[in-house]
């Protein structure tokens, strides 16, 4: 239910706003995503459904929003009071993009959601998003920090594969590859969910499709790239070029959440698939198929976490935050895998045995 815009300015200071370290104060002026196909189907749905929301939100078309933030901005962002912001603004928020009319929108949303809940509404989100605090320059800190011990783990697990696996081993140089891909992908994860931004949110749409692409090459290079390197060397550039198509859909015709979610979710259902068929016809020849079977089964399962679509705890934790969080020891079991397959592979070529 809409609010009334002429309270837009009313209680504000007995609005809820959590507990947190202003990092830009505003002059005194401005009011203070069984069996895996199924889950992937499913995950495609929820992920259609959630995508449609994600260009506008109810929170941020309320008249109550809108006039406080115009009226915010008239005030504080002008002349002697821009000045004045500018001066009193800490170098780490200016340096990571943190401008007035940002911190207009920041205090308002507050604003609102008091308002809201004073009369009992659901809180709101705003620009596709929940309210968060802001800690420090990082506007979602638990994403943030899930998507750094993410690149943690990778990096941590990809030195030590590198340290364990001999570079003579058949899949060590296109292993390390992904891993370079993964960990640049979780670098703009961080940088995403730290600041919000047209560029930032590009970078990480774009790097997360690049890393589930990778890894259907990743599993075409063992499947069948190992006896048949011109089938994986086809199959490469056919992925080069659906990136391509994809990304400069996305960039030069018309940025689309749903498109980019559906396309996500069949490359990730193509890759599920063919790393499952793989671990099944090798179960009995390789001890450790389980390990793979187990990641790529979790990895997509996961994301149903997803669904829990519900307003941050603390204004700091919600559901995408506790997806990345979970993900985090999926890593450690990956390359687990990486390692005990590449050894295999190099003892297998070494005593000339047909590579499974």
């Known amino acids: 239910m809409p609010l009334s815009p ?12 959590p507990s947190t370290t202003m990092a830009s104060p505003l002059p005194p002026r401005l009011t203070s995503v069984r069996t895996a196909s199924v889950v992937m189907v499913v995950i495609v749905v929820v992920l259609l459904m959630s995508a449609s929301t994600a260009e506008g939100s109810q929170g941020d078309k309320e ?110 140089h296109t292993i390390n590859a992904f891993s370079l891909v993964s960990l640049n992908a979780w670098f703009w994860s961080t940088v995403f969910h730290t600041r919000d931004t047209f560029l930032t949110e590009k970078m990480d749409y774009f790097c997360a499709t690049a890393v589930i692409l ?49 396309a996500n979710a069949c490359f990730g259902m193509v890759n599920l698939l063919w790393w499952l068929c793989w671990c099944w016809s090798n179960r009995r020849t390789l001890p450790y198929w389980w390990k793979c079977g187990l990641v790529v089964v979790l990895m997509h399962a996961l994301a149903l976490l997803e ?31 990486l390692i005990d397959d590449s050894l295999y592979l190099l003892n297998t070529e070494k005593l000339g045995v047909k590579v499974e």
């Open 6 to 17: 002429h309270r837009a300015f009313v209680s504000v200071t007995a609005a809820p706003r």
């Open 63 to 172: 008249p109550v929003y809108r006039d406080c933030v115009k009226q915010c901005v008239q005030s504080n962002c002008t002349g002697a009071q821009l000045w004045w912001y500018q001066t009193v603004q800490p170098q780490y928020m200016a340096l990571t993009g943190w401008t007035c009319r940002d911190d207009c929108r920041y205090e308002c949303m507050w604003t609102t959601v008091g308002l809201y809940q004073a009369g009992g509404y659901n809180v709101p989100q705003f620009h596709g998003k929940w309210p968060f605090t802001r800690f420090l320059c990082f506007e979602e800190p638990a994403s943030a920090l899930a998507s750094l011990l993410n690149g943690l783990a990778c990096l941590l697990m990809l030195l030590r594969y590198r340290s364990t696996v001999p570079r003579q081993s058949p899949m060590f």
């Open 214 to 262: 990778y890894s259907i090459y990743l599993c075409c290079v063992r499947t069948l790239g190992l006896k048949h390197p011109w089938v994986s060397s086809i199959v490469g550039v056919l992925l080069i070029l659906a990136f391509t198509s994809h990304i400069s859909y996305l960039t030069f015709v018309r940025f689309d959440y749903g498109y980019n979610m559906a």
């Open 307 to 337: 669904l829990l679509d519900f307003p941050p705890y603390l204004w700091v934790l919600d559901a995408h935050a506790i997806w990345h969080l979970s993900t985090v020891p999926v890593h450690f079991l990956f390359y687990s895998f």
